[in-house]
């Protein structure tokens, strides 16, 4: 309540224009400053299914809190993301979860691919406008990127399982191991009488640095290396596919993924060492990630690349070799380039690297529909409406972006929700 009285309750308030679901952040936070924590959760929901998620996991510090008007004065932003917290987690313990107001049935079938930020918040717009969402998700978990790509001492499950659960009772229906493109295709949901469907399938196909070695046992991808530990308790010796629990790990990578796979890493017993070709100003994670990460005490070895993997006898790796870099003129991103220092590299003796050094969009669905215009990487091209070159098919998140943030996510699902709605009363 101390802090939600920072707010000034701008005539304007800018707050709003940096959240790309636009919700309506003074009201909520004049509720919480009043002590109605409820009414608070109330306002965060009806504009975004995942407040809980988003007050954890959002960029606030590039997003609203970066509009903030205290700012121009020199001081702190008003923490905006752990007010959202605050209110989502209040609501959820309190047992009064109020759901929002649903339209009356039309009785028009919608389908969903993947079950991650973009599609739940399409699924949850979708249900309050009446219509019956389905939603395929090829985990046999629902949550998507929430689930698999986001650790617990992050985002804990429970959280995500209660969104979930609300967009259930709000009439979504979900399906499990449902591979669009494999085990259904687009023309037989169709002929199923979907009238209209959205495609967050998300970018779940890691990139590697293509290097010497890095086909050695024991060096996989961010994505492979989570979604076995957070889904498939894979930390446990006795499961059915345990991971090798490395003694000395390295992370390859500088964004919010490496983050969560070095301290996932450190979880897991290792002494975790983080390399990245440009220097710590560079590095795209979140500053509290980065923060969190040094208090753990993981080993951050900044302006040095991997250039190539030694195996022992086995296959396995055992050592990184790592080129010194330097920073030159800034690229297209504005980032100063990393350049090679000429003779100079170093040698880690390791027993397994994890490689977070982006991810592109899974082909899968796209390549699965027929007429469906595709961009750079199996990207699907949208127009401002989040419409695809196929009329009934809309698309969000990191399939259309090709790996962006929870919320960007979520601010496609709301716009497509919002598109598609009217192109079907229009139909």
């Known amino acids: 309540m101390t802090e939600a009285k920072r707010c000034l309750d701008c005539a304007k308030p800018t707050c709003v224009e940096g959240c790309p679901v636009n919700i309506n952040i003074p009201s909520f936070i004049k509720n919480i400053e009043r002590g109605q924590f409820l009414a608070a959760a109330k306002v965060l929901k009806s504009t975004s299914a995942l407040p809980a998620v988003c007050g954890r996991v959002c960029p606030q510090e590039k997003q609203c809190e970066s509009k903030c008007i205290h700012l121009k004065m020199n001081e702190p932003a008003v923490a905006i993301g752990y007010l959202e917290r605050f209110a989502a987690d209040y609501e959820r313990e309190s047992g009064n979860i109020s759901l929002p107001e649903i339209a009356p049935a039309n009785n028009i079938k919608i389908a969903v691919v993947g079950s991650g930020p973009a599609g739940l918040s399409f699924a949850g717009d979708m249900a309050k406008k009446g219509y019956d969402v389905y939603v395929f998700e090829a985990l046999h978990e629902i949550g998507g990127v929430l689930k698999y790509g986001i650790p617990e001492f992050r985002l804990p499950n429970k959280i995500v399982d209660v ?57 996989m991808s961010s994505n492979e290396y989570l979604t076995r530990v957070n889904l498939m308790d894979a930390a446990d010796p006795t499961t059915d596919t345990p991971i090798n629990l490395g003694k000395n790990v ?178």
């Open 163 to 219: 969104e979930i659960e609300n967009l259930a009772k709000m009439g979504v229906h979900f399906q499990t191991d449902v591979i669009v493109g494999k085990t259904i295709s687009v023309e037989q949901l169709e002929k199923q009488g979907f009238k209209g469907i959205f495609v967050g399938s998300g970018a779940g196909l890691p990139n590697f640095m293509n290097i010497p070695g890095e086909n050695s046992i024991n060096i």
């Open 250 to 427: 390295l992370v390859v990578g500088g964004g919010n993924t490496a983050m969560d796979s070095c301290r996932t890493a450190k979880r897991l017993g290792g002494n975790v060492t983080l390399v990245y070709r440009r220097s710590e100003q560079e590095m795209p994670a979140r500053l509290e990630e980065v923060k969190h990460a040094k208090e753990e005490g993981i080993n951050f070895l900044t302006l040095h690349n991997p250039i190539e993997y030694i195996a022992d006898e086995q296959g396995a790796v055992k050592q990184a070799i790592l080129q010194v870099m330097e920073l030159g003129e800034p690229d297209a991103s504005g980032r100063r380039s990393p350049v090679p220092v000429e003779g100079k590299i170093v040698t880690l003796d390791v027993d397994q690297v994890i490689v977070a050094v982006g991810v592109s969009p899974n082909p899968l669905v796209p390549k699965s529909i027929d007429g469906l215009e595709l961009g750079r990487k199996n990207t699907i091209i949208v127009s401002e409406k989040m419409q695809s070159s196929r009329s009934e098919i809309f698309a969000g998140g990191d399939i259309v972006r090709g790996g962006a943030t929870v919320i960007l996510a979520m601010g496609d699902g709301r716009r497509a929700a919002q598109n598609m709605d009217e192109y079907l009363q229009k139909k």
